[in-house]
Every structure is written in C-alpha cells, then in structure tokens.
C-alpha cells in the first residue's frame, strides 16, 4: 500500500494501524506471560474415589492431554485394609489438562462393570494373574500400553516382595475423543512367561520403530533393548526384534545373546529425548533395594553407551534424619515427565509405599505419585 506524506487521512488512519497493532502485540504479550505463569506441575489429590496408586508413568497425546498409566490403586470413601489385603484394583489412569482458564487439572478413571462395580482398567488375560501398566507411546490415534503380566508368588526371594512376573502383553487404546470409561482397550501377546526379560521398563518412539526396555531377571539385572516396526504393531509378537550382543537386530527376544545396554536396571524407570542437550536421559531409583536415590543417566543413542549415573535427587522419606521418616516405608518409580520440563530442570515423580499394609489407612502422606522438580542441564 502507498501512502501520500502529505495525507492528513491517511496518516491519521496510519497512526490508528500503528496504535491498534501495538495494542494487539501488547494484549499477545501479556496472554503469553499469562499462559507462562500458569502453574503445570501436577499434583494427584484424593477424589473421584480415588485414594492413592503408583507407577504414575505419563503419555503426552497430540490434543495436549497427558494420559496418567496407574498400578496397583486404592478405591471408595477412603483407604481401606481388611487383614493384610488394601480395598484396591490393580491399574486405574488419569487423563490430565493445563491451560489459562483452569490450570492443572486431572480425572482419575477406574473401570466400571455393567453393575457398576468398579475393575481393573486393563482386565488379566491370564487365570490367576493381573496387570501391572508400565510405558507407552501414542501412534496414529492409539494409546499403546506395555502391560507386565504379575502373579503372587510366596516361594519367590525377599526382593521380589512375594511377587512374580509372568510375560508381557501390548494393550492398543482407541477412541481417545470419547468419555474414557468407553475407550476400547485390545491386548496382543507380546512375550510369554518364562523369558525372564519383559519389554515393560520403558518405551519411546523412534524412527520407524517403538523401542521398548526389558529388565533380565538374571545377574546384575541389566537392561536389554526390544524393538516394533510401527506398521507391525498390530503382531507384535511377531514383529518384535531384539539388540544382540554382535549389534544386530534379530528377531524375537533371546536374553542370553542380548546386549545389556545397561548394567543394573529396573523395573520401572522412563527414557526420554533432550533436544537440548541431544541426548536421551534415563531416570530411574538407583538398582538397589530400598535406596534413598533417583539417578539419571545419559546417552548418545537408545542402544548407549550409557553413563554410570548421576544422583539428582535424595528421597527424604528414606532417609533416618527425615522429621516424617517411618522405617516401614519404602520408596520406589521414579521417572521423567518431560511434558511438564522447565528450562534448566526436569520434573520426576517417585512413589512411597508401607511395608505394614496396614499404616496405609492412616498415613495418608504416602502412596500417590510425589512431585519434584530438579536442576538439571
């Protein structure tokens, strides 16, 4: 557009754009410092008859919603223990939202029967067994979820709690538009009971592939790399590959000719891509039974080499000088929730259990997902 200088008008009207535009940039900046000071970091408070869980691993989807995967979850009007037995399902989720108008928001989700009683979310496929939900990763539409299958096993050693793993399965979440309770949830076999290394730990998409962790139950209890061709997602069982000790992929899951890409895993920990620092960062509790420690350690590429470990958090709940400190507690799943990441910090959740089940129905400071933000650069 050309203007005439001497326009008495048409300068007006420009001095009107120019107004109106520094009036937009300002209104645009004061929304952004809104929407910076908006206060993201989760929290999980009792309600919607939920009354504490654990694991608390997150999935980011496209629509901003992060998916909450829970384990073993108490339920009602508040904490029960009958004997030794805590009122509880054994996964439940959480869907949760940030923005302007609300802030943090989450809606906790226990499966409910045609009776309305309330059910696992993710329902055993096995006689005898239940479903402890780990990772996952969002694919074209669909929530994928690694599902460790779990049995009581009372003949199994101390650190294993009375606990035994059984296999692991792929749960496939569609319809995530609608109201949770009617999500459709469709399990495939993954790896069968008897491997003892089970892609659970964590999973990330990469590429073409979704790598998932697997913990050998063996040694030092390092971690092993397993692989999905996203287009082979619907067999996985069939398409799933594992990193030998030569560096190749080959197919299925041989544990003694896998690479440990770690040495001493865990159970439960996240991997997660730092743009930033372009390095994949793994957070976990230290491999060692009721540890006070959350470690990170750092990589160049999924397969590592991994570093050692850095300690970036201490747990107080397990530490003696702790004012709250309860020797019957133990804490445990500690992992990265980038989603939530602060420039120059990381946000990870760990969670506290007992071990008298019964201290669960008045202590009610432990078992949900704890927050902390830590340095990290």
């Known amino acids: 557009m050309m203007l005439a200088v001497g326009s008495t008008s048409r300068q007006g009207k420009l001095n009107g754009l120019v107004i109106a535009l520094l009036v937009l940039g300002w209104a645009a900046s004061l929304h952004a410092q809104r929407r910076s000071a908006t206060d993201c970091t989760p929290s999980f408070p009792f309600k919607d008859s939920w009354w504490g869980a654990d694991a608390a691993y997150s999935i980011p989807t496209p629509d901003g919603r992060s998916i909450w995967i829970f384990g073993d979850t108490l339920y009602g009007t508040g904490r029960v ?161 594992y990193l030998a000790k030569s560096g190749a992929w080959k197919p299925g899951l041989t544990p003694a000719d896998a690479m440990h890409v770690m040495q001493r895993g865990n159970t439960e920990m996240t991997v997660r891509y730092h743009p930033g620092l372009k390095k994949w960062i793994a957070v976990l509790n230290y491999p060692k039974l009721f540890s006070d420690k959350i470690i990170a350690r750092t990589a160049p590429q999924l397969a590592g080499p991994w570093s050692k470990g850095k300690v970036i958090y201490r747990i107080p709940e397990m530490q003696k000088g702790w004012t709250g400190y309860d020797k019957d507690t133990i804490c445990y799943a500690g992992k990265e929730h980038p989603e939530f990441r602060r420039p120059g910090s990381m946000l990870i959740t760990y969670a506290c259990n007992t071990m008298a089940v019964r201290k669960l129905v008045g202590h009610l400071d432990i078992y949900f997902p704890k927050v902390v933000r830590v340095p990290f650069k």
């Open 81 to 241: 223990v009958e004997g030794n037995e805590p009122r509880m399902v054994r996964n439940s989720i959480g869907v949760s939202t940030c923005d302007d108008r609300s802030g943090w928001k989450i809606d906790y989700v226990i499966r409910r029967g045609d009776e309305g009683q309330l059910l696992d979310f993710f329902q055993a496929q096995h006689k005898d067994t239940w479903y402890w939900p780990l990772d996952g990763f969002f694919y074209k539409n669909n929530l994928w979820v690694a599902l460790l299958c779990m049995r009581n096993s009372p003949k199994t050693s101390a650190d294993a709690l009375g606990f035994e793993t059984c296999g692991t399965d792929l749960a496939r979440i569609s319809g995530l538009e609608n109201d949770p309770q009617q999500w459709s949830v469709k399990y495939f076999p993954l790896v069968p009971d008897g491997v003892r290394a089970y892609p659970s730990a964590t999973a990330v998409v990469e590429g073409e592939y979704a790598y998932i962790f697997a913990l050998l139950e063996a040694g030092s209890r390092p971690m092993l790399l397993t692989r999905i061709p996203l287009d082979g997602l619907d067999a996985p069982a069939e398409h799933l590959q």
